[in-house]
């Protein structure tokens, strides 16, 4: 059974950092790429970062640019999600998801497996 378990969300706040991993179990993650995903209340799930197989290409939402760092540790089947100079906006809960395809993917309907999510939450 493919398993995606998100972790390190909490409460932090204005300009304060957070960093998310997310372990996968039942499959290769050196197999996908993997990306991060958020969704506020009342709002659609919105694309944050990407990266790809090997860990040597990303693609970030303008929104995160500059603050938010993608990473991936294929040994320990670990991606990473460190996010500094936090703002409200990104509170959101973020999922982890993993790609099996070969075209680098910025719409959630193109990922295969999601993690059930991790709260952020930014005061002001």
């Known amino acids: 059974q493919v398993q995606l378990v998100e972790s390190g969300g909490g409460l932090v706040q204005a300009g304060g950092s957070l960093r998310l991993s997310c372990a996968a179990s039942g499959v290769t993650l050196s197999r996908y790429a993997m990306g991060w995903f958020r969704q506020a209340p009342g709002k659609e799930r919105e694309f944050v970062v990407t990266i790809n197989r090997s860990g040597g290409s990303t693609y970030y939402a303008d929104s995160v640019k500059g603050r938010f760092t993608i990473s991936r540790d294929n040994a320990k089947n670990t991606v990473y999600l460190q996010m500094n100079s936090l703002k409200p906006e990104d509170t959101a809960v973020y999922y982890c998801?993993?790609?099996?395809?070969?075209?680098?993917?910025?719409?959630?309907?193109?990922?295969?497996?999601w993690g059930q999510g991790t709260q952020v939450t930014v005061s002001s």
């Open positions: 998801a993993a790609d099996s395809g070969l075209v680098i993917g910025i719409s959630a309907r193109q990922y295969d497996y």
